[in-house]
C-alpha cells in the first residue's frame, strides 16, 4: 500500500497545479481589447483618411486589426499611423500595407514593435488610402464603443470603426505583474484599515474568539473593522473634532497596539515554521483558492473603469468628496448642490474616505476600489455564517465559492454601484453570527453584547434597509426559539443590544430629522396600499427570477429546506423563515398592510445570495459528513483507511472546486458592462480636462437628464452628471439626496426639476428655455459620449437640434462629446 504521507505530498503538488490553472482561468480575458460590432462600411477613397480614438488596455500595444474590404481588384496601399491623439504629431508608429495582402474577409492587421507603457493609455489611429480603386472600413453606431469614436480626417464622426487590439505577449506579462502589485497593496491597505480593527474589537470582546478557524476570524474580523468608521466619524463629527488622516490611521494603529496586548503572553519566537501552516487543511486551501479568485475577478473587472458606474456611484463620490472636504460629516453640500441637510447613511463613504487618505487615489477611484472590497468582504463573511449551520468548514467554502463566483449576485452590484447596500450586507453577515452565538448563550455578558451593540450600531449607520433586515432576524429569533425559560433572557438581551446601539447612533437620527427622510418613512408607513398610485407597486415587482439565482439554484433550495425541516435542522430552517419574513415584510399590500416602500422587493431580492449561498454551502458541508460516515472502515487498519477516504474525498472536492471556477468565471466577467451601465467614459473625462482649461471657473452647464423615481426626480443619462466632480464646473443636475435633503430654497426640488421637464415639453430651442437659461445662469450645455442614452431612451440634448440654432455654438467636439455655448 503507498503510504499516506506520499499520497499527502504528490497532491499538495497538484493542489498547487490546480491553484495556478484557477488562476489563470481568472485571468483569462479577450487580451485583444476591441470594438468588434460591424454594421456596415464606410467608403475611403483615393487620399481620404479614416481614423478612430481608443483606449489601450494592456502594456505592450502591437498591432492593430481593421475590417478593410477591397470592393474591386486594384493597385494601391494603405497606411497606417498611430498618434497619441488626434492631429498630434509625429507619429508614434507607421505601417504600410499593400492592397494584395488584405486579409479580407478576415481582419487586416497592422503590425508594429510594442509600446511600452501603454496600458490605460489613450491613442489615436488614421488610415489612408493611396490607390486606383475604392475601399471600404467596417464600421458600427456611435454607441458601440464607449472610449472613442471614428475620424473622417480630424473631424469626429457619429461612427465606430471595427477594430480589434494585439499586445507583445511579454510587456503585457509583465505589465499585469506590475499591476498586480498595485493590487496586493490595495488589499494589503484593506487588511490594514479594516482587518486589524476588526481583530482587535473581537480579540478584545467575543469570548469564544480563541476556539474559532483561522478563516472564521479572518472573515468575522474583516466585516467587523467596517462597523467602526461610521461610529468614529459621527462621534467626533458631534464634539466638532476634525480628524483628517488621523481618522484612517487611529483605528488600524489602536487595532495593533491592542492585538499585542491581548497577545502579550503568547507570542514566541518560532525557528522552524510550524508544519500546519505548511501543510494546511484541504478545505483551508480550497478556501484559499476561492478567496484568492474572487479577489481576482473582482479587481480585474474594474482595472480598465475611469469612474465606478451608473448613476449612485455619483452620489456616493460626492458624499465622500464632501466628507474628505470637511473633515468628517457635513450639511452644506456646497459646491454640488444647493443642500443644507445630510441624513444619507454614510458607512460604506466613511470607509471610501478612509481608503482615499492611504492610498491617495482620486476620490473617484477609491469610491471605485473601495466597492470592490467591499463586495469581497460580502462573500467572504458568510464563511462564518454558513459554518454555524453546519460546521464542516467545506460548508463556508462552497457558500463562499457560490456567492463570490458561481452566482450573479452580489458580483452584479457594480454594475448600479449599490456600494452602500453590499457594505451593510457585509456587517450583516457577521453581527448574525455573533448575535445568534450570544442569544444562544442565554445568559447576560457584558463583552459580547457590547460587541453585538457596536456591530449593530455600525449597521444603523452603514444602510437602513439591511438594518430591517437586522431587526427582523432578531424578532424572527425570539419567535422561532421560543421557549418559556428562555425567553425573558432572550428578550432582555435584544432590548439591551438595541439599547446600546440606539444609544451609539441616536445623534445621527436626531440629525435625520432636519431632513425629508422622516416624513418620506411616515408617508410609506401611513398610506394604505389603496391610496398609493398605480405605478407605486412597480417596486415590487420581482421580474425575472433568474437574474438572481440560477435556475438549478430555485430548484434546489426547496428541496434542501424540505430536506432541513425533515433532519430537524433548526438553524436552516431559521434562516429560511427569516428571509420569509422580509419578504413579506417588503409586500405588506398582500396583507391590506401600509408600509410598502419601507422595504422593496427589490431589495430583498438581489440579497438572496445570502441565504441561498449559506443554505447550499451547509448542505454540502452535511452532504460530505454523511458519506464520510458512510464511509468509515470497521478493519482493524481504521486509522489509515479514514485517512486515504479523507485525502480521496477532499481531493474531489477541491477538484469540484476548482471546475466550478473554470466554469464561471467567464460568466462573472462577462455580466459586468462598462458599455452600457457607465455615465461618464475616457470621452468625458478629456472633455473636463479641456473644460478646466477653458472655461471660466463659475461656469454652469446644462446636462442631459430624465425623470425617475416616479416621475419625483431627475437624473444623469451620460458624463454630464459627473463634471462637478470632474471639471469642478457646476450643472443643472445635483446628486440624487436632493429629493430626500433640505434647502434653504422651499422649493428647490420642484425648482430644479422644472427645467428638464420645461425643456421635455417645449423643446431646448423655445424661446422660454432660452430665456430660463440665461436667468439660472447656464451659458454652456454638455453632451456626453454617451449623448443622454444611459437608462433612457433618448438625450434631452441632442447635437443635431443644437447645432440648427444660431443661439447655440458649438466650441468643442471631440469623439461624441460635445459642449456648446450659449449666445447673449
Known amino acids: 500500500m503507498i503510504p499516506i504521507a506520499l499520497i499527502q505530498n504528490r497532491v499538495k503538488i497538484l493542489l498547487a497545479v490546480l491553484l495556478l490553472a484557477s488562476l489563470l482561468a481568472g485571468c483569462r480575458a479577450n487580451i485583444e481589447n476591441s470594438q468588434p460590432a460591424q454594421t456596415e462600411f464606410l467608403p475611403l477613397d483615393n487620399g481620404q483618411v479614416l481614423g478612430q480614438t481608443f483606449t489601450s488596455h494592456f502594456n505592450g500595444l502591437a498591432a492593430v486589426g481593421l475590417s478593410i474590404n477591397p470592393e474591386t481588384a486594384g493597385r494601391g496601399a494603405i497606411r497606417f499611423s498611430l498618434y497619441e491623439a488626434p492631429g498630434q504629431e509625429p507619429a508614434l508608429r507607421q505601417v504600410d500595407l499593400p492592397l494584395a495582402s488584405l486579409a479580407y474577409p478576415a481582419l487586416t492587421y497592422f503590425r508594429f514593435p510594442p509600446i511600452s507603457g501603454s496600458n490605460q493609455i489613450d491613442y489615436f489611429f488614421s488610415i489612408e488610402w493611396k490607390g486606383d480603386q475604392a475601399i471600404s472600413v467596417g464600421a458600427a453606431d456611435g454607441s458601440a464603443y464607449p472610449d472613442g469614436a471614428a475620424y473622417l480626417g480630424l473631424e469626429p464622426q457619429d461612427k465606430q470603426l471595427t477594430f480589434d487590439l494585439n499586445y507583445g ?42 476556539t474559532l478557524r483561522f478563516w472564521t476570524k479572518l472573515c468575522l474580523a474583516s466585516g467587523a473593522g467596517i462597523a467602526i468608521y461610521p461610529i468614529l466619524m459621527l462621534w467626533t463629527s458631534l464634539i466638532g473634532m ?120 482620486s476620490m473617484a477611484q477609491s469610491v471605485l476600489w473601495t466597492g470592490q472590497i467591499v463586495n469581497i468582504l460580502a462573500v467572504i463573511t458568510l464563511y462564518p455564517l454558513a459554518l454555524r449551520l453546519n460546521t464542516n468548514p ?144 412597480e417596486i415590487n415587482v420581482v421580474g425575472d427570477l433568474f437574474s438572481y439565482l440560477p435556475a438549478w439554484i430555485w430548484l434546489a433550495l426547496p428541496v434542501l429546506i424540505g430536506l432541513s425541516i425533515w433532519k430537524h435542522q433548526r438553524s436552516t430552517i431559521f434562516i429560511t423563515i427569516w428571509w420569509l419574513l422580509l419578504f413579506l415584510l417588503a409586500n405588506p399590500q398582500w396583507l391590506n398592510l401600509p408600509g410598502m416602500g419601507v422595504l422593496s422587493t427589490f431589495a430583498v431580492m438581489i440579497s438572496l445570495y445570502f441565504p441561498a449561498s449559506v443554505i447550499i454551502g451547509s448542505s454540502i458541508g452535511w ?53 452600457e451601465f457607465s455615465l461618464a467614459t475616457r470621452p468625458d473625462v478629456r472633455a473636463a480636462e ?12 446644462l446636462v442631459n437628464s430624465f425623470f425617475a423615481f416616479n416621475d419625483t426626480a431627475i437624473v444623469g443619462s451620460d458624463g454630464g452628471w459627473w463634471l462637478p466632480i470632474l471639471a469642478n464646473r457646476q450643472t443643472n443636475l445635483p ?53 443622454g442614452g444611459v437608462n433612457s431612451t433618448s438625450g434631452l440634448l441632442q447635437p443635431e437640434t443644437l447645432l440648427t440654432n444660431p443661439q447655440f455654438q458649438p466650441i468643442y467636439h471631440q469623439d461624441r462629446v460635445w459642449v456648446f455655448k450659449l449666445i447673449d
Open 169 to 210: 505577449r511579454r510587456m503585457m506579462l509583465i505589465g499585469l505583474a506590475q499591476e498586480m502589485l498595485a493590487w496586493l497593496a490595495f488589499i494589503l491597505t484593506a487588511i490594514f484599515l479594516f482587518c486589524i480593527p476588526g481583530w482587535a474589537l473581537l480579540v478584545t470582546l467575543y469570548p469564544g474568539w480563541g
Open 242 to 361: 476634525k480628524m483628517g488622516p488621523a481618522f484612517a490611521w487611529l483605528p488600524p494603529i489602536v487595532g495593533i497596539v491592542t492585538i499585542l496586548i491581548q497577545n502579550r503572553g503568547k507570542l514566541r519566537i518560532r525557528t522552524v515554521p510550524s508544519f500546519r501552516l505548511l501543510l494546511p487543511s484541504w478545505s483551508d486551501a480550497a478556501m484559499l483558492i476561492v478567496v484568492a479568485l474572487v479577489t481576482l475577478v473582482r479587481f480585474w473587472v474594474i482595472r480598465s473603469l475611469p469612474l465606478p458606474m451608473w448613476g449612485d456611484s455619483y452620489q456616493h463620490t460626492v458624499i465622500t468628496q464632501l466628507i474628505v472636504d470637511n473633515g468628517g460629516l457635513f450639511k452644506n453640500w456646497q459646491p454640488f448642490a444647493d443642500l443644507n441637510s445630510f441624513t444619507y447613511h454614510f458607512g460604506f463613504h466613511s470607509l471610501a474616505a478612509a481608503f482615499h487618505c492611504v492610498t491617495q487615489l
Open 394 to 537: 467545506w460548508s463556508g467554502v462552497f457558500a463562499v465559492l457560490l456567492a463570490g463566483l458561481v452566482f450573479s449576485m452580489p458580483m452584479f452590484y457594480l454594475n448600479w454601484g449599490r456600494y452602500t447596500q453590499l457594505t451593510g450586507l457585509a456587517l450583516l453577515a457577521v453581527w448574525a453570527f455573533l448575535v445568534w452565538d450570544f442569544l444562544d448563550s442565554h445568559k447576560i455578558a457584558w463583552k459580547p453584547l457590547i460587541l453585538s451593540s457596536i456591530l449593530l450600531a455600525g449597521l444603523a449607520l452603514t444602510h437602513y434597509r439591511v438594518l430591517i433586515f437586522a431587526l427582523v432576524f432578531l424578532l424572527a429569533y425570539l419567535v422561532f426559539y421560543f421557549q418559556r425559560n428562555r425567553f425573558a433572557s432572550n428578550l432582555k438581551q435584544i432590548i439591551i443590544i438595541c439599547g446600546i446601539a440606539f444609544g451609539l447612533a441616536i445623534p445621527w437620527y436626531i440629525d435625520t430629522l432636519y431632513g425629508r427622510l422622516w416624513s418620506i418613512f411616515s408617508n410609506l408607513v401611513t398610506l394604505a396600499p389603496s391610496q398609493r398610485p398605480i405605478n407605486a407597486f
Open 623 to 675: 452532504l460530505i459528513d454523511t458519506l464520510q460516515v458512510a464511509g468509515e472502515p470497521v478493519n482493524l487498519d481504521r486509522r489509515t483507511s479514514q485517512q486515504y477516504l479523507t485525502a480521496g474525498l477532499s481531493v474531489f472536492l477541491i477538484l469540484v472546486v476548482v471546475l466550478a471556477i473554470i466554469v464561471n468565471i467567464p460568466s462573472r466577467t462577462r455580466e459586468i458592462s462598462y458599455a
Open 690 to 701: 479641456w473644460m478646466k482649461q477653458n472655461l471660466p471657473a463659475d461656469s454652469k452647464l
Open 735 to 787: 446628486p440624487l439626496a436632493y429629493i430626500t435633503e433640505k434647502s434653504a430654497q422651499q422649493d428647490y426640488a420642484s425648482w430644479t426639476n422644472s427645467l428638464t421637464e420645461s425643456i421635455v415639453n417645449k423643446g431646448i430651442s423655445h424661446p422660454d428655455i432660452i430665456q430660463e437659461l440665461k436667468l439660472r445662469g447656464i451659458k454652456y450645455l454638455y453632451i456626453g459620449q454617451k449623448q
